[in-house]
């Protein structure tokens, strides 16, 4: 048990991605590693004292701030002479990267700092209950943004965090999934092997605030990028070098067994934007297998 | 060595001279010369600290933050609504115990918009667990630095220091100072030694969750430390003023207090004026004195107390206001008093100098003038009553 960098025996939900997520980005970085953590489930559910499942050094400041706590972690380090053989980790959910700690992240990105930022997107405020966030999709249904009568949930699309990382002009951007271990490790070790600021969204589904059977994580997390709704990229100094290609599932597959589109199952029209949101991604990413030689 | 320089450069100079690792500040005025020299000291090469130049106050605080929790000396500098803007943070940065030394230039809040000084910025701060001295003159300024770095980092604190500094009359003002040598200054501040810091080696959970077991203790400990500050800042301004050769007294200052009958209690560079009305009174007979609160957090009620036990009419001047209470200071030394024997017949509070709005010699004449056997609160000086006839109907 010791010799892992992130425990077992923490309170995450069974069938988080977050959790899995976190495990396989701190395993991949190494012990030579300080986390910088936001408020949030991850915080919540790893280190309530007097516990922590933490075996690297880890900090907890505030919702908003971990891109700006860890410019001043790698600002020490620098200083102290040490920055080389250590990797800062920033990592916050999308809620707190998307809307209330943007403005630190784009700080950060722009200051140039030697910084991995994680953002772990389950797509909604989860901590405090699912209500939506920047970076809840289109149509979801969520505790603010209820369907009804006169509503089918969220009524704008996600955010395009990852290309307004691009637009920072940083080095190194990518997005990865809970569903595909392999492919986010390889992601977290290219980064941290780049100098300079860089980002990483991962796709981690909320079994709670998405409304699934906890066995399903891996499952649902594998949909969501073969139908395109969560395109896998990476861009490295502003151009697409890598993407993972798909032959398209129908949306209907991932929205169907997930309880926050449930709504959505009988009304044709929606289900159509929504396919239209994953077609666009296909051929805005050049996703589809055949697509490409 | 002795130098005819703005408050300011004198402040950046003071902290060139603790050597902190990391900078990190966003300008606001009337902050900006302090941190625009320190940015000028770092490009020249004459201090070695890696600057952030960071996109808000709130990411100023967050920078200086993880700086320090990483085991370096860091630094900011701020003001007004920038203050109020790094709150969350401040309130942070004293909860994890990180030894973080700013300065404020204290100055109004908005609104309406008002960038002159009073002291409603770090006195509405003044329940975050950060101890606050408030300076005087240039080189009291220059000096709480010094001391503040040795106060915070003391494994018996371990808690930040706010130097508060009146915006404009002491960041703008220009006095003779006597800037010490870097030797000096590295014989009184060693190098920061951390208890606890972020470390490959030996990792550890810094801001864990925690609840109603253990939150109340973390709250009580800090509350402790404010006492045991009482004993200790004390102690470090004696060893100062033995290194140093100027005169720190401790948490208050009393000035002409022997048989004085009426006493003002004040804070900042105010006192600077008080004092030459006292002289002036004084020649013509009046029993007049000052009390200047040093550390208004901790707040030093007992050496209030004792300072003032027998003085019949007191009169605490405030330049900030809690709109619907008792005015700030007033309150903590009504407070102070309360249930003791010997007390001061009349505690009366005044709000002054709002703003930017000049304390003039006349103010305080005015003060002293009102100091009557009629107990006074909230009394506002120098208000313009033909400002207040508008009508909206």
Sequence with gaps: MSNTLFSAGHTACAGCGQSLAARLVIDAAGKNTIIVNNTGCLEVFSTKYPESAWNVPFIHSLFENCAAVASGVESALKYLGTKDRINVIAQAGDGGTADIGLQALSGMLERGHDILYVCYDNEAYMNTGVQRSGLTPFDTNTTTSPAGARSSGNVRPKKPLPEIAVAHGIPYVATASSGFPQDLQRKVKKAISIKGPKYIQVHAPCPLGWRYESDALVLISKLAVDTGLYPLFEYESGVITGRKQITPKPVEEYLKIQGRFKHLMSNLEELKKIQEIADSNIKKYGLKAEQTA | ?393
């Design chain 2, 1 to 393: 060595m002795k130098q005819f320089i703005e408050g300011s450069h004198a402040v950046a100079e003071a902290v060139r001279l603790c050597r902190p690792g990391v900078i990190s500040a966003y300008p606001i005025t009337p902050q900006t010369h302090i941190v625009e020299d320190l940015a000028a000291m770092v490009s020249e090469g004459k201090l070695d600290s890696q600057t952030v130049n960071v996109e808000s106050e709130h990411s100023a605080a967050s920078v200086v933050l993880g700086a320090s929790a990483t085991g370096v000396r860091a630094y900011t500098a701020t003001s007004s609504q920038g203050l109020f803007y790094m709150m969350e943070v401040v309130f942070n940065i004293a909860g994890l115990r990180l030894p973080i030394v700013m300065t404020d230039a204290n100055r109004a809040i908005s609104a309406p918009i008002n960038i002159w000084n009073d002291q409603q910025d770090t006195i509405s701060l003044r329940d975050s667990g950060w101890i606050q001295l408030y300076a005087e003159n240039i080189q009291d300024t220059v000096d709480l630095h010094f001391m503040a770095y040795r106060i915070a980092e003391d494994k018996s604190m371990m808690l930040p220091v706010m130097v508060c500094m009146d915006g404009f009359t002491l960041t703008h003002g220009i006095e003779t100072v006597d800037i010490p040598s870097q030797e000096e200054v590295d014989k009184f501040l060693p190098p920061y030694k951390p208890l606890y810091k972020l470390d490959v080696d030996n990792p550890m959970t810094i801001g864990p969750l925690v609840d109603p077991e253990y939150y109340t203790e973390t709250r009580y400990a800090i509350e402790k430390t404010h006492e045991e500050a009482l004993k200790f800042i004390p102690k470090v301004m004696a060893d100062f003023s033995k290194a140093f050769g100027r005169n720190y007294n401790g948490l208050v200052e009393a000035y002409r207090l022997e048989d004085a009958e009426k006493v003002i209690v004040a804070m900042g560079s105010v006192c600077g004026t008080i004092k030459d009305v006292i002289d002036e009174l004084r020649s013509k007979g009046k029993k007049v004195g000052l009390l200047k609160v040093v550390s208004y957090r901790p707040f030093p009620g007992q050496a209030i107390c004792d300072a003032l036990k027998k003085v019949s009419k007191v009169g605490v001047l405030d330049r900030a206001v809690s709109l619907g209470a008792t005015a700030p200071i007033a309150a903590d030394v009504k407070a102070a008093f309360f249930g003791k024997k010997k007390a001061p017949k009349v505690i009366s509070s005044f709000v002054v100098g709002l703003g930017g709005r000049d304390i003039t010699k006349d103010s305080i004449k005015e003060i002293y003038r009102l100091l009557g056997t009629k107990e006074l609160s909230g009394e506002f000086i120098d208000l313009k009553p033909e400002l207040l006839k508008e009508s909206y109907e």
